[in-house]
């Protein structure tokens, strides 16, 4: 009787502690381990994803959504602008607290990251502040920002992403070369320490100026075997984990019990870029004979109606500026044919191409090859590592170029990166990564870039992209969605359908159910 | 045995150094650049000009190269290019798991590998031996991301005895042990498959020596014969392929690591591989150069202790 006894009253006493909903959270993210945790570095998936916990912006996306008309109030609560668009100024928030002793976050820390962004020594994303003249602070808590010239969306600039991001000036200061290994922000998360290879761990930021998350920690693991990630997974180990744009993996990870696959935007749009200066596809006829043989449908069947669908544009779908009237090229491997032999190449021909020996961008580009063929082109890949493929592409050595890619989703800086002529690889002013040389958009490019009329400004954009896809500078081909699997109690505390970020921003409101 | 050691070490300066100079030229010669691993696809050429300056890789090559000697002499191996942290902090950090599990599978390697090897030579073409030698067939075949796999469905998804996410912490012994078990089971099958074939071939070759059959006339005892007279003469051989292989695992063991998600010396040598990160490779390359002399030279010791006639001084 009396074991009885004691049982119940242990029951009683840890019933309720079962109860208690869990606050650790674990995360499985394919990479051997984190980069620079300083946000201006921040260009990988799995840094970017991380980075977007632990700071803000000025502005912030709203959670779930990818949509530059939805940004909203971030460390600044609201902000104006002149009547030329060229003067901006923005009130900071009181009382946002810095991470550990960093104390509040003031206009001088606002313009010292925002310069710190803008120059190339300090921030991978130095060049998306060109047209920054000024940043200086008015008082504590006003920033004002001038600006050389218009830019399509300076909001988007100051969001939660890339350049954005806004640090402690006194951290920076005070820990050197040291920073990029304990950084210190104002968001939800903070750093508290790294295993190299093994994980991050990020502790909650109870003086968060939104309120103490409720999950207190996070445990973010580098895992980069997708069979490993998924067995943990599988095993609990893990609640939410890094998934594959690939529908048998989809459909896969949804038996599992207790399960939601996450997908949502930004999808990365991959492209073949021509190069137009180089035999034979300084010929109009094979780009388009090239454009023709591609058959859209067939390769998103192949990644998966789920997670990809048809690239319509040079610019990804949903993109400010985004159009599909365009006039692009339907599948059609007989007047492709016809082409070809027009062009001189009556028995086909073949086009070599540098690409590289990471597997599912390999495999797509075995799907394009499979496609040529039945038009009679024969694709010459020369497969090499994958920072070899970064650098050989670069050296404008690969007549044709496959490039998979998401941007702030505003159609100039796709355009201006990959199709305006200042960006072209070794012979731009610029060069970033404009394979094809073409420069028969750049007129609207730098046009609609600094219009302000809305209606003209997408009247440029589209204008663009007409007259790339007129001179085949290039073709689309799918565009591929993030895919995430979480523990169906785990509650984002929004609704997922994009993130800047490319993971789940992990909120004050995120907790399990 | 003191002045002995003290000479190998001194004769390894010159390996040292020549491995250091061989690295340090690979991996600037194969392409690829690490300033673009760090600033990304959209880079622009000032910031990537602005990065190689800040990191050092703009100056000339002799520079860095007498920079790097000097450093590395002083047991300076600076910082991460990629990561910016400490490069001697990142490598003790893993450098305990991977000792662990070399230990480990050699351990598990040698126990099985010898026994099982000996008695295959005893009853040679016989069932016994056949068994032996196709087991260890299929030991040597199946490759670690296809055994390890199944290990972990079985004992960690099915049985749920082990986890699947296999870092340990270094401070916490049954935890480091219980994590240990699965991937230096993986690891030391393979090994004892080695083993057992060269343990076998060269107990053979020792038992038909005509000492052992003097000794078998003399009315010796025949457990004795094989202790004795033919184990200790077989065993060089097999302490040379242990010594190698254990020069193997450390740095190879990268597909155990990563599929039991174990932190080790190899991940990190393949990682830092992938992201150019020079300065991390070259501080890798001194500590494996380092361990695996000290491995030989624990080979050669462990002859002296088999064979007094191997000549010490």
Known sequence: MKLWTALLATAIAVAPAHAQPKTALSVGIAAQDIGRLDPHFAVTTIDRVVVAWMFNGLVRFKPGSINPTEIEPDLAERWESSADGKTWTFHLRHGVKFHGDFGELTADDVVFSLKKAAQAASSAFSADFRAFDTVEA????????????????????????????????????????????????????AFDSVTPNQSLELVAHEGYFRGAPQIKRISYRFIPSDASRDLAYQNGELDLNYGRADQT??????????????????????????????????????????????????????????????????????????????????????????????????????IKMIHTQLPEMLSAIQVVQAQLRRAGIT??????????????????????????????????????????????????????????????????????????????????????????????????????????????????????KGSMSLGPLITEQTRFR | MIGFVLRRLAAAAPTLIAVLTVVFLIVRVIPGDPALVILGDQ???????????????????????????????????????????????????????????????????????????????????????????????????????????????AFALHWKVFPVIGNARLDDLPDRVHKLILPAITLGLVMSAYVTRVTRSAMLGVLAE?????????????????????????????????????????????????VFNRPGLGKIIVGALNQRDYTMLQGLMVIYCFLIVVVNLITDLTYGLIDPRVNQS
């Open chain 2, 210 to 258: 005509d000492y052992i059959r003097t000794a078998q006339s003399k009315g010796i005892a025949w457990s004795r014969v094989v202790w004795r007279h033919g184990l200790r003469n077989a065993l060089i051989p097999v302490v040379t392929v242990v010594g190698l292989y254990v020069g193997i695992l450390i740095g190879n063991s990268v597909l155990t690591e990563i």
């Open chain 1, 138 to 189: 008015v008082d504590p808590y006003t920033v004002r920002i001038v600006l050389k010239e218009n830019v399509p969306s300076l909001l988007g600039l100051l969001t939660n992403y890339s350049g954005g991001f806004i640090i402690s000036k006194k951290a920076y200061e005070q820990k050197g070369d040291a920073f990029v290994r304990s950084p210190i922000g104002t968001g939800p998360f």
């Open chain 1, 379 to 496: 694709l010459d890949l020369q497969v090499v590592e994958h920072a070899t493929f970064h650098q050989q592409i670069r050296q404008d050595l690969s007549p044709m170029v496959y490039y998979s890619a998401a941007r702030f989703p505003v159609a100039d800086i796709y355009l201006t990166q990959f199709w305006h002529s200042r960006s072209t690889v070794k012979t731009g002013a610029s060069p970033v990564t404009n394979f094809s040389h073409c420069d028969v958009a750049d007129a609207e490019i730098d046009a609609a870039r600094v219009e302000t009329d809305s209606a003209k400004q997408l009247a440029l954009w589209a204008e663009a992209q007409k007259k790339l896809i007129a001179n085949a500078c290039g073709v689309p081909l799918i565009e591929t969605l993030l895919v995430f699997a979480r523990r169906d109690n785990l509650d984002y505390g929004y609704e997922l």
């Open chain 2, 43 to 153: 880079a622009t050429p000032e910031a990537v000009a602005a990065l190689h300056t800040k990191l050092g890789i703009d100056r000339p090559i002799w520079e860095q190269y007498l920079s790097f000697l000097t450093r590395s002499l002083s047991g300076d191996f600076g910082t991460s290019l990629v990561t910016g942290r400490p490069i001697v902090g990142e490598v003790a950090a893993v450098l305990p798991h991977t000792i662990d599990l070399t230990l480990a599978a050699m351990l598990i390697g040698v126990v099985i590998g010898v026994p099982v090897g000996i008695w295959a030579a005893l009853h040679r073409n016989r069932a016994i031996d056949v068994a032996a030698r196709l087991l260890s067939l299929i030991g040597l075949s199946f490759p670690v991301f296809v055994s390890g796999v199944f290990l972990l469905l």
């Open chain 1, 249 to 350: 993996w989809v459909n896969r990870t949804r038996q599992v019990p207790n399960t939601v696959v996450d997908v949502f935007e930004p999808g990365e749009l991959a492209t073949i870029s021509f190069n137009t200066t180089m035999k034979p596809l300084d010929d109009i006829r094979v780009r388009q004979a090239v454009s023709l043989a591609i058959n859209r449908p067939e390769m998103v069947r192949w990644r998966g109606q789920d997670v990809s669908r048809e690239g319509q544009s040079l610019v990804p779908r949903g993109y400010l500026g985004f159009t599909a009237d365009n006039g692009l090229l339907p599948n059609d491997i007989n007047r492709a044919k016809a082409l070809l032999a027009e062009a001189g190449y009556p028995n086909g021909l073949t």
